[in-house]
């Protein structure tokens, strides 16, 4: 037998396939049809690697099966050639990008070719042909006209000397991986893909397709679909709000007296003047009277409901410098409506400056309910198309956005900061929010220099690093506080970098008593630690001190076991429940006077036992805490302080493990909830506060940035949003 030689055997065979089309795919109704695709690769100057073969030999062996079992197989093949890859390739070599990418296509495809690949090179495209990537432009102009392609500002790893975005994974130190040097994370406009919208189906129909459970765990834990609440830290106001009404309206109507009163709640500052000649209204009439009888400056928010949004429209084009925002409500700013004629269609100037009005406000949201009778669903497209910002999607709760309480315009008029939470049980709990750094609020808030500069910082580290679950904590308070919505607490707010703009919202409620990410910041800073969820399991945890009459043996006799020892020689035990009365006497029989001891298991009980000898035994509950206290400082010879006992519990190590390891139980410092088992109280919060049902939530990829670079996530904010209608909790604007 004559030795194999590859350089002979194979070009001779490889010739007489491509001679004879033996791979090329036809019509044949007779047979069942197979579609075997890869992914198209890059036709770098470097041609092939060995990461190639072992992918394209998988697809190959796949489409060969399929043949021998005598399908029709349709195996193609293609070049992703588009971007800046080819356009760094070029400028580094001196090479013109539509040469540079001709040569290197020759060259990956005369490689495919000699490992025998049976693809049908009939089929082959090129993402840099016209005749190709017209379909992908049709196909863009489809998701953009549908709402689902937008462009918006973001935060992107960018490498000054590649000029080109990054991945995460791309950047390592710090640098990037391909030209070795610094990179910075700069604001770019990015094209988005809504893929949020479909993320229900994206997630149940992996039930439908004939994947390995590792592959389809995967795509779940990717797009990581979370059952939660969303809840609305409302910040406190900083400027003031000019609110204009509609057609044949007043300041007295609709949603406007209820409005005032909220917005003047959370410290704004609010004018709705009563507009001139509303049954027959002129715009550039009434946005006069507004300009001379308003303040308008960098904190103001404009909004305009109905006609008042052609009105607001003609201020903001008139205004000589810009303002923060403007909320368009039921707006329109082109003639026709849906049920009838208005005597203003054909009086009203509708040609504006656009462009002015763009220059002249920071922020534009338009809100849209689905719900409206009267203005058609286009022209909050139009408006958008000539103004950018953001659609709001909602149902209103009265027709046309004109009930006496309308939730969702108040909430795009006020400051608010919005968390997910997988755990609204615990709201109680939460003593401060933390802020990835590049949350958009902290443009709007007051921070000092100590605050920017370390936002500037965190904004170099990649996202991999700042995941690392093992390296200490950093954080910086911005000196805002918000309101707690369930129990009306001021919390601090503070930003840090282990909190990821892409994932939730961006934002996190901080339980540290139930959270160890959140108990590790908490102590290294000092904060409030109060459990919520007493955690119900078939032991108790306590320590022993004043031990020196209590021997191991006693500790066994009620079925004690001491699970370790502190520095000072404290025992950290755990015992049976139902040993509980058995090692109280124990306690008051042996421990030492001028100690006291507490234990967690039902309830967090405290002994005392004073120096004559007497015991005191207290239940732990917001009306001992105090009391409990005092006691713990007098016995330690320590002057009183107004620490709450259960930021102590809390923040102590032993107990604080004891409460993170267990995530159920039932509710202590929740008010009326006290009591009742979390998993009911997450239902029940959310019910009298929302009146809504749960809501999914999409913490990980929200859409997909179109840079070949990598993927992104926009934010919490959608283009075109669909206003979650689940959880919901009105909180300080309720």
Same mark, same amino acid.
């Given at each position: 037998?004559?030795? %194999?030689?590859?350089?002979?055997?194979?070009?001779?065979?490889?010739?007489?396939?491509?001679?004879?089309?033996?791979?090329?795919?036809?019509?044949?109704?007779?047979?069942?049809?197979?579609?075997?695709?890869?992914?198209?690769?890059?036709?770098?100057?470097?041609?092939?690697?060995?990461?190639?073969?072992?992918?394209?030999?998988?697809?190959?062996?796949?489409?060969?099966?399929?043949?021998?079992?005598?399908?029709?197989?349709?195996?193609?093949?293609?070049?992703?050639?588009?971007?800046?890859?080819?356009?760094?390739?070029?400028?580094?070599?001196?090479?013109?990008?539509?040469?540079?990418?001709?040569?290197?296509?020759?060259?990956?495809?005369?490689?495919?070719?000699?490992?025998?690949?049976?693809?049908? !090179?009939?089929?082959?495209?090129?993402? #840099?042909?016209?005749?190709?990537?017209? !379909?992908?432009?049709?196909?863009?102009?489809?998701?953009?006209?549908?709402?689902?392609?937008?462009?918006?500002?973001? +935060?992107?790893?960018?490498?000054?000397?590649?000029?080109?975005?990054?991945?995460?994974?791309?950047?390592?130190?710090?640098?990037?991986?391909?030209?070795?040097?610094?990179?910075?994370?700069?604001?770019?406009?990015?094209?988005?893909?809504?893929?949020? $919208?479909?993320?229900?189906?994206?997630?149940?129909?992996? $039930?439908?397709?004939? !994947?390995?459970?590792?592959?389809?765990?995967?795509?779940?834990?990717?797009?990581?679909?979370?059952?939660?609440?969303?809840?609305?830290?409302?910040?406190?106001?900083?400027?003031?709000?000019?609110?204009?009404?509609?057609?044949?309206?007043?300041?007295?109507?609709? *949603?406007?007296?209820?409005?005032?009163?909220?917005?003047?709640?959370?410290?704004?500052? &609010?004018?709705?003047?009563?507009?001139?000649?509303?049954?027959?209204?002129?715009?550039?009439?009434?946005?006069?009277?507004?300009?001379?009888?308003?303040?308008?400056? @960098?904190?103001?928010?404009?909004?305009?409901?109905?006609?008042?949004?052609?009105?607001?429209?003609?201020?903001?084009?008139?205004?000589?410098?810009?303002?923060?925002?403007?909320?368009?409500?039921?707006?329109?700013?082109?003639?026709?409506?849906? $049920?009838?004629?208005?005597?203003?269609?054909?009086?009203?100037?509708?040609?504006?400056?656009?462009?002015?009005?763009?220059?002249?406000?920071?922020?534009?949201?338009?809100?849209?309910?689905?719900? /409206?009778?009267?203005?058609?669903?286009?022209?909050?497209?139009?408006?958008?198309?000539?103004?950018?910002?953001?659609?709001?999607?909602?149902?209103?709760?009265?027709?046309?956005?004109?009930?006496?309480?309308?939730?969702?315009?108040?909430?795009?008029?006020?400051?608010?900061?919005?968390?997910?939470?997988?755990?609204?049980?615990?709201?109680?709990?939460? #003593?401060?929010?933390?802020?990835?750094?590049?949350?958009?609020?902290?443009?709007?808030?007051?921070?000092?220099?100590? &605050?920017?500069?370390?936002?500037?910082?965190?904004?170099?580290?990649?996202?991999?690093?700042?995941?690392?679950?093992?390296?200490?904590?950093?954080?910086?308070?911005?000196?805002?506080?918000?309101?707690?919505?369930?129990?009306?607490?001021?919390?601090?707010?503070?930003?840090?970098?282990?909190?990821?703009?892409?994932?939730?919202?961006?934002?996190?409620?901080?339980?540290?008593?139930? $959270?160890?990410?959140?108990?590790? *910041?908490?102590?290294?800073?000092?904060?409030?630690?109060?459990?919520?969820?007493?955690?119900?399991?078939?032991?108790?945890?306590?320590?022993?001190?004043?031990?020196?009459?209590?021997?191991?043996?006693?500790?066994?006799?009620?079925?004690?076991?001491?699970? /370790?020892? #502190?520095?000072?020689?404290? +025992?950290?035990?755990?015992?049976?429940?139902?040993?509980?009365?058995?090692?109280? @006497?124990?306690?008051?029989?042996?421990?030492?006077?001028?100690?006291?001891?507490?234990?967690?298991?039902?309830?967090?009980?405290?002994?005392?036992?004073?120096?004559?000898?007497? #015991?005191?035994?207290?239940?732990?509950?917001?009306?001992?805490?105090?009391?409990?206290?005092?006691?713990?400082?007098?016995?330690?010879?320590?002057?009183?302080?107004?620490?709450?006992?259960?930021?102590?519990?809390?923040?102590?190590?032993?107990?604080?493990?004891?409460?993170?390891?267990?995530?159920?139980?039932?509710?202590?410092? =929740?008010?009326? %909830?006290?009591?009742?088992?979390?998993?009911?109280?997450?239902?029940?919060?959310?019910?009298?506060?929302?009146?809504?049902?749960?809501?999914?939530? %999409?913490?990980?990829?929200?859409? !997909?940035?179109?840079?070949?670079?990598?993927?992104?996530?926009?934010? =919490?904010?959608?283009?075109?949003?669909?206003?979650?209608?689940?959880?919901?909790?009105?909180?300080?604007?309720?």
């Amino acid at each position: 037998m004559k030795r %194999y030689n590859p350089k002979v055997i194979e070009p001779k065979w490889q010739a007489v396939w491509e001679k004879s089309k033996i791979y090329q795919a036809t019509e044949d109704k007779t047979k069942p049809k197979r579609y075997v695709l890869e992914y198209f690769p890059y036709p770098s100057g470097a041609a092939m690697h060995v990461g190639h073969v072992r992918n394209y030999t998988i697809g190959d062996a796949i489409a060969r099966y399929n043949r021998m079992q005598g399908n029709n197989v349709l195996y193609p093949m293609g070049w992703d050639a588009f971007g800046l890859p080819a356009e760094n390739y070029a400028i580094k070599t001196g090479i013109s990008p539509q040469e540079a990418v001709a040569r290197n296509v020759e060259n990956f495809k005369q490689q495919l070719m000699q490992m025998g690949f049976s693809y049908d !090179w009939s089929r082959e495209i090129n993402s #840099t042909d016209p005749s190709y990537y017209k !379909w992908t432009q049709w196909f863009f102009l489809l998701l953009y006209k549908k709402g689902l392609a937008y462009q918006e500002e973001s +935060l992107q790893w960018w490498c000054p000397f590649d000029k080109t975005v990054l991945a995460n994974e791309q950047v390592e130190d710090g640098r990037c991986w391909r030209c070795g040097n610094l990179v910075e994370k700069k604001a770019l406009k990015q094209w988005f893909f809504r893929i949020t $919208d479909y993320a229900d189906r994206l997630a149940d129909d992996l $039930d439908n397709i004939n !994947w390995s459970e590792a592959i389809k765990a995967m795509q779940r834990n990717w797009i990581g679909r979370s059952q939660g609440a969303e809840i609305n830290f409302v910040v406190p106001t900083i400027g003031n709000y000019v609110l204009l009404h509609g057609f044949t309206g007043s300041s007295k109507n609709n *949603f406007f007296p209820w409005a005032i009163k909220q917005l003047e709640d959370v410290g704004g500052t &609010v004018y709705v003047p009563d507009l001139p000649n509303t049954k027959k209204p002129d715009a550039k009439e009434q946005a006069e009277f507004v300009v001379k009888s308003a303040k308008f400056d @960098k904190n103001t928010v404009l909004l305009g409901h109905s006609y008042g949004s052609v009105s607001a429209l003609r201020v903001v084009e008139s205004l000589k410098g810009p303002i923060k925002k403007l909320v368009l409500a039921g707006s329109f700013a082109e003639p026709g409506f849906l $049920d009838r004629e208005r005597n203003f269609e054909a009086t009203t100037d509708w040609n504006f400056d656009f462009e002015k009005i763009k220059k002249n406000v920071e922020e534009v949201v338009i809100l849209r309910a689905d719900n /409206d009778s009267a203005v058609p669903r286009e022209r909050a497209d139009f408006l958008r198309e000539k103004l950018g910002g953001t659609i709001v999607d909602f149902t209103a709760e009265g027709n046309h956005i004109t009930a006496k309480h309308e939730p969702i315009v108040l909430e795009n008029l006020i400051d608010a900061i919005s968390v997910f939470t997988t755990r609204p049980d615990t709201i109680y709990g939460a #003593t401060f929010l933390v802020l990835a750094p590049e949350h958009k609020i902290l443009n709007k808030l007051s921070i000092s220099k100590e &605050v920017k500069d370390y936002i500037e910082q965190a904004e170099r580290k990649s996202e991999i690093d700042r995941m690392e679950t093992e390296r200490e904590k950093t954080g910086v308070f911005t000196g805002v506080y918000v309101t707690n919505p369930a129990n009306k607490e001021k919390i601090p707010i503070w930003v840090a970098d282990y909190v990821l703009p892409g994932y939730g919202t961006g934002a996190i409620m901080a339980v540290p008593a139930h $959270d160890e990410r959140d108990w590790e *910041f908490a102590k290294k800073f000092k904060l409030p630690i109060v459990p919520v969820i007493l955690p119900q399991v078939d032991f108790c945890v306590t320590y022993i001190m004043g031990e020196k009459n209590i021997t191991k043996s006693d500790i066994k006799d009620v079925g004690g076991t001491i699970v /370790d020892v #502190t520095d000072s020689g404290f +025992l950290k035990v755990e015992f049976p429940k139902e040993r509980a009365k058995d090692f109280e @006497k124990l306690i008051i029989q042996k421990m030492e006077p001028g100690f006291w001891n507490e234990y967690i298991g039902d309830e967090v009980v405290f002994i005392f036992k004073h120096k004559d000898g007497n #015991t005191q035994r207290f239940v732990l509950k917001i009306k001992t805490d105090k009391e409990i206290g005092r006691l713990g400082h007098k016995f330690n010879n320590q002057e009183y302080t107004d620490e709450s006992v259960w930021e102590w519990i809390g923040a102590n190590a032993f107990y604080g493990a004891f409460f993170l390891a267990n995530k159920e139980g039932l509710l202590i410092n =929740s008010d009326k %909830y006290d009591g009742l088992p979390s998993a009911e109280a997450r239902e029940k919060i959310v019910a009298d506060l929302a009146k809504q049902k749960a809501n999914p939530n %999409y913490p990980l990829p929200k859409m !997909w940035c179109s840079a070949r670079a990598g993927r992104s996530t926009a934010g =919490s904010t959608a283009r075109t949003q669909k206003v979650r209608t689940g959880w919901r909790w009105p909180g300080a604007i309720s």
